[in-house]
């Protein structure tokens, strides 16, 4: 490892947990436990630390040593890599890999480490870490391939950002921003662009108008497992570029550089819909109201919304807020029973966004101030980044493990007899606290990007409106009976009630179930067994 490391000119970070500083032992200091503390929620602090994870396993949880809280457990690095390559261009990534195989060691790759499934782990593995490789963020106001001879299947002319490296949403987006053009990021914006965001699929705000963030992806330059740099097009390596277009990410080779599309910017409109129950008697017309709403996300998807949504019956935290409305004449209320969007339309105007909107309020209009309390709201933007900072953007809760599982819904599905039911089930009991969340990107440009012959996604996107996710949670410190109880439901209950609702679909891969029995048909669809042989060669 020494030897290792002196190759590398000492980028070689022998790990340790970010929580260390809370325990008994070398790296034990009160004054670095309360830091960490503090900073346990910041999604930077846990990307710019080398095992820092936005959804942390449980072998070294921290603690708020200034209310008293001890240690009742040791702190391992439990399924953590031992040692990370903290690369800063494509040959340490090299030397990475080459040092994995000639030890026979295993090999993780990670960004930023915002992963739900834990890709970002691997017990006794070496680590290649690829946040501080920044070559730059290059735009192109044409795009012209960097190969010598331009490539005649590639027929984009329109213009690119080539992101050199480990930057995230938040960079990239403000250079489209500063230059009046879109690029298709995540709608949170310190998630990395080139790792396993884009490399498993990809969505965001922007993901239903202009296609997936997979399919943005005009080249890349890709470290394959015998060290060799190469460039992945439609014309040099292009199983390659097939594979690390939406068949997962860190599998085929390390990404180090990739060069995606960029759009012009446009004016969007943008409607707030929430709606809670008035009392607990009114639980039979809120979930008809969620039902009614699935049942239109088709129709409005098909006429140029999309956006994200989520509901619960007992959420956590409050899901929707008061809006001039008060509870027995002078409390706020605050619904932790709720359902809310937040939809957005390019191109479109807050009228004819009503106007579009329309058939759907006048269902829900006999519910509203009888059973329901509902609230709609409309905006005008004038370009894309003024949308996105303003009802986007928003960086999601991290620092607590949960357990989830997910379905790609298709119209079929989402009209079936059988919906209500399924809600029902995924709604589960007020003591589970489950949090449904809607992403409505589907159709549009990802619909019709079914055709591209290079494109890697799982095949169930194409024909999806609704990638739908239910997650529970469990208390600080609850044993693994409880924890394993909560990962049953979500598995064999609520992922298993989609299943049956919408058999011929999928799951998207960076959002599914990490148990998912069935995980290579679900996250790969007919592309299993192409990827597979990619990945053999």
């Given at each position: 490892w020494r030897a290792f490391n002196t190759s590398i000119s000492g980028k070689l970070i022998q790990n340790v947990q970010p929580a260390a500083p809370c325990y008994p032992g070398p790296s034990q200091s009160d004054e670095a436990c309360e830091y960490a503390d503090s900073q346990w929620t910041n999604e930077e602090f846990q990307a710019n630390t080398a095992i820092g994870l936005s959804y942390p396993t449980e072998s070294c949880p921290i603690l708020n040593i200034s209310a008293g809280q001890q240690p009742t457990q040791n702190c391992t690095l439990g399924d953590q890599p031992v040692y990370t390559v903290n690369a800063t261009n494509a040959d340490d990534v090299a030397a990475g890999i080459t040092f994995a195989i000639q030890h026979n060691i295993r090999l993780v790759i990670r960004d930023t480490g915002h992963d739900l499934l834990r890709r970002s782990t691997g017990y006794g593995s070496l680590q290649i870490w690829i946040r501080y490789i920044r070559q730059g963020i290059t735009f192109q106001e044409t795009f012209k391939s960097s190969e010598i001879e331009r490539c005649p299947n590639t027929a984009w002319r329109g213009s690119a950002f080539t992101i050199g490296g480990g930057y995230t949403w938040s960079n990239v987006l403000g250079e489209a921003a500063s230059r009046d053009v879109i690029v298709v990021g995540g709608g949170t914006p310190s998630v990395g662009c080139i790792g396993g965001w884009m490399q498993g699929g990809g969505h965001g705000p922007a993901a239903h108008q202009f296609g997936l963030g997979a399919d943005q992806v005009l080249e890349a330059q890709v470290v394959l497992a015998n060290g060799t740099l190469v460039t992945a097009s439609p014309c040099q390596h292009p199983d390659l570029f097939f594979a690390i277009r939406g068949g997962g990410g860190g599998t085929y080779g390390v990404v180090v550089s990739a060069t995606v599309k960029a759009y012009p910017t446009s004016n969007m409109a943008a409607q707030q819909l929430s709606f809670a129950p008035l009392n607990s008697s009114c639980m039979s017309e809120f979930m008809e109201a969620v039902g009614l709403l699935h049942n239109a996300y088709p129709r409005l998807l098909d006429k140029g919304f999309s956006g994200y949504g989520s509901w619960s019956i007992a959420s956590p935290t409050p899901l929707v807020?008061?809006?001039?409305?008060?509870?027995?004449?002078?409390?706020?209320?605050?619904?932790?029973?709720?359902?809310?969007?937040?939809?957005?339309?390019?191109?479109?105007?807050?009228?004819?966004?009503?106007?579009?909107?329309?058939?759907?309020?006048?269902?829900?209009?006999?519910?509203?101030?009888?059973?329901?309390?509902?609230?709609?709201t409309y905006s005008a933007f004038d370009t894309y980044a003024d949308?996105?900072?303003?009802?986007?953007?928003?960086?999601?809760?991290?620092?607590?493990?949960?357990?989830?599982?997910?379905?790609?819904?298709?119209?079929?599905?989402l009209s079936s007899p059988r919906l209500g039911q399924t809600l029902e089930v995924l709604a589960g009991t007020p003591e589970q606290f489950t949090s449904v969340n809607l992403v409505l990107v589907g159709g549009g440009q990802v619909a019709r990007d079914g055709a591209d012959p290079y494109s890697g996604v799982n095949p169930a996107w194409r024909t999806s409106y609704v990638h739908n996710i239910v997650a529970?949670?469990?208390?600080?410190?609850?044993?693994?009976?409880?924890?394993?109880a909560v990962y049953s439901d979500i598995t064999n209950v609520k992922a298993q009630a989609m299943k049956d609702l919408a058999p011929a679909t999928g799951a998207y891969m960076n959002e599914g179930d990490r148990f998912d029995p069935d995980y290579l048909r679900d996250f790969y669809g007919q592309n299993v067994d192409r990827l597979s042989a990619i990945k053999r060669r």
């Open positions: 807020y008061n809006y001039n409305y008060t509870i027995g004449g002078d409390i706020e209320a605050n619904f932790t029973t709720g359902f809310t969007h937040t939809i957005s339309i390019f191109r479109k105007t807050p009228e004819t966004a009503r106007s579009i909107f329309a058939p759907v309020l006048r269902q829900l209009a006999p519910y509203n101030g009888r059973s329901l309390f509902i609230n709609i949308f996105y900072h303003a009802l986007s953007g928003i960086e999601s809760p991290i620092g607590s493990s949960a357990a989830l599982g997910s379905r790609l819904l298709d119209r079929k599905a529970r949670g469990w208390a600080p410190g609850a044993d693994e009976a409880t924890k394993n």
